[in-house]
């Protein structure tokens, strides 16, 4: 029988290809947060069906040999982008430091800039949430590598230039462009070698294009769909998934990854579905709870608090809704339930509702406390104590005068004096109830309003006893008051005058140390900021402002010299009394002390016992003490 002859036609075609993108991921073990750094995987040359570009949709398969890929854009500095974007220099968060082929995968570190817009960003890829990344690049050759019988072509990019890295909120589509075909493109050659019979040459050049492109489109949404689908039986989490997908896998290789990963998960845990779900949950939970956290602090201040794609999904959402959200996705049913019901289930039947608005709380409360003006912070020292023991704070004296050394060159020993003032912590607090008819009610400020004036009214507590120091002015150690002629920091009554201020700074600056006789030394102790009641400070202003004098005579010698704090806590003791202060770097003055680990206001939680709801306790553990009256001054006005 005699065979029909086959014809070979090998044809060179150029065409303009816009530039491409595909879905790549980063290694999170690799991110290093000091150098703000982390590797992307950002090919493993698997094939991507692609359409739109010629006259047919083609399989695309990226050659990761050494001499198809050219590298020198990625190895010298290319781009880390914000979603593609490359129009104002903002759009660049980082660049890439590294790129290299190794194992059949193209992988590169990025850097991540310290600029404050580029932050939040990396904080993103830190915590998991930003998890798409997205490589831009163009194509000079593909060869044509399909065998007869495919109904679509497959074509190897044999010359090909990654050129930049991108995170996106959403993987890049397989067969999606960068940007439009018309303002970004290059021209790109294809080399088409197909074999044909003599007989089917004319019926295969007659295919119909539209048949095929809808065939292979309906192929790899079925394969996208099953793949899917499995994945989400088995909870496994949506990054796996992502991997399969991209990676072109058939649904048979799929199941077969799909079992490995399961069984791994057997054998580290002991028990597959138990393993799987906590995985999971754990993984969703948070960004849940998170969401509705962030939903909930936007609902309290919109301008403090914005909305990320996280919390999108529950914006304008009541507390009941939120508590009928959590019951369900911890498969709790709700079907017939009350309202009391509902609110009830969910801060009794799951944990995520409670942790929830006790976030909600602990945030607004926190806020609020850091946010309150506080005036002594400048001239006060902090320190932290591991316990609440009483402690001694000891006042070290100067060291002894240097002597000249006598014929035999013999060093004589010094001595330091010490004085010592003693204080303990103490505990202050507060307990804030949330219950099932703040829940019902949808009342939103019950949880956020009231901890936030809980945290201004701690931040006001520090204040209250700081300047309570200048107010009550009791003994220290010695038996005598802080403020008094024996300590000599008491002036001479006036009103703040160039007499007065002058009067206080040399009686600062004359301060002697701890040591007596011989051996007494002057401090020379610069006063560094002017403490007034609210009464005094236009008074203060004034004589601390800069003015252009006519004459040496009209010079202000304090002028610019002195920081003013006006606190209106120093009315309630006198609307005369003024004050002078040092450094706490150069001498202490007064100590604020926490406990170790818990500076400001700290909060726990727990269900109600008493109460059906949330018990959220604020406590500030705390002291303030006056440990040395040499950096301090007092003018009784």
């Not at 982390?38 to 739109?52: E, I, M, N």
């Not at 790129?99 to 932050?119: E, I």
């Not at 704070?393 to 050394?405: M, Y």
């Amino acid at each position: 029988m005699e065979m029909t002859p086959q014809i070979t036609r090998t044809n060179n075609i150029k065409a303009n290809l816009p530039a491409l993108a595909f879905r790549a991921a980063f290694e999170p073990s690799t991110i290093d947060a000091e150098k703000r750094s982390v590797v992307v995987r950002w090919s493993t040359g698997a094939k991507v069906l692609r359409g739109g570009f010629f006259t047919e949709p083609f399989h695309e398969e990226l050659s990761l040999q050494t001499e198809s890929v050219r590298m020198d854009r990625l190895r010298t500095g290319a781009p880390l982008l914000n979603s593609h974007a490359s129009q104002n220099l903002s759009d660049q968060i980082g660049v890439v430091e590294d790129a290299w082929l190794q194992d059949g995968a193209g992988f590169a570190r990025v850097r991540f800039s310290g600029r404050q817009d580029a932050g939040p960003i990396f904080q993103d890829v830190k915590d998991g949430i930003v998890r798409n990344v997205s490589v831009g690049y163009r194509v000079y050759k593909y060869k044509d590598v399909s065998q007869e019988g495919d109904s679509v072509k497959t074509l190897r990019a044999v010359d090909w230039e990654p050129m930049e890295i991108s995170l996106v909120p959403i993987g890049a589509d397989a067969g999606a462009n960068i940007r439009s075909e018309k303002e970004n493109v290059n021209e790109c050659e294809i080399e088409v070698c197909t074999r044909k019979t003599e007989e089917n040459l004319m019926q295969h050049e007659m295919v119909d294009v539209e048949a095929i492109k809808r065939e292979a489109q309906e192929t790899e949404r079925k394969r996208v769909s099953e793949i899917t689908t499995l994945t989400r039986k088995f909870n496994l989490d949506e990054a796996f998934s992502t991997s399969l997908i991209d990676q072109a896998v058939s649904v048979e290789e799929a199941r077969s990854q799909i079992l490995n990963k399961l069984a791994e998960r057997s054998e580290k845990d002991g028990n597959i579905r138990n393993q799987v779900d906590v995985h999971v949950t754990r993984d969703e939970a948070d960004a849940r709870r998170a969401g509705m956290v962030e939903s909930l602090l936007h609902r309290y201040d919109p301008k403090t608090n914005k909305l990320s794609e996280n919390g999108a999904p529950y914006m304008g959402m009541s507390l009941l809704r939120l508590a009928e959200e959590v019951l369900v996705r911890n498969h709790i049913p709700i079907r017939g339930l009350t309202k009391s019901d509902i609110a009830q289930r969910a801060f009794q039947a799951t944990t995520d509702f409670p942790a929830v608005l006790a976030n909600v709380a602990n945030k607004t409360l926190r806020q609020a406390y850091e946010l309150t003006p506080q005036t002594f912070r400048p001239f006060v020292r902090q320190v932290f104590l591991p316990d609440f023991k009483e402690v001694s704070r000891v006042q070290l004296s100067e060291a002894p005068k240097l002597e000249k050394l006598n014929q035999s060159g013999e060093f004589k020993y010094g001595s330091l004096s010490d004085a010592g003032e003693k204080y303990a912590l103490g505990t202050f607090g507060k307990i804030i109830a949330i219950n099932r008819q703040i829940v019902i009610n949808d009342d939103v400020e019950a949880f956020t309003r009231i901890p936030a004036l809980h945290g201004r009214a701690a931040a006001d507590l520090e204040s209250d006893l700081v300047y309570a120091v200048f107010i009550a002015n009791a003994a220290l150690a010695d038996g005598v008051p802080l403020f008094h002629a024996t300590h000599t920091n008491l002036g001479t009554p006036g009103v703040i005058s160039e007499i007065t201020l002058g009067e206080g700074r040399r009686l600062m600056r004359r301060q002697a140390g701890l040591q007596k006789g011989r051996d007494r030394q002057l401090l020379n102790i610069q006063a560094r900021y002017l403490i007034v009641p609210a009464t005094l400070e236009t008074v203060a202003q004034k004589q601390l402002a800069a003015i252009i004098p006519n004459t040496a005579n009209d010079v202000n010698p304090f002028s610019g010299l002195y920081s003013l704090i006006a606190e209106p806590r120093l009315d309630d003791g006198s609307t005369t009394a003024w004050y002078l202060a040092a450094d706490p770097s150069q001498i202490d003055t007064i100590e604020i002390a926490y406990l170790q680990g818990q500076q400001g206001v700290y909060t726990e939680n727990r269900q109600g016992f008493e109460i059906d709801g949330l018990e959220i306790k604020a406590r500030l553990d705390f002291a303030v003490k006056a440990i040395d009256h040499r950096g301090l001054f007092k003018n009784a006005g």
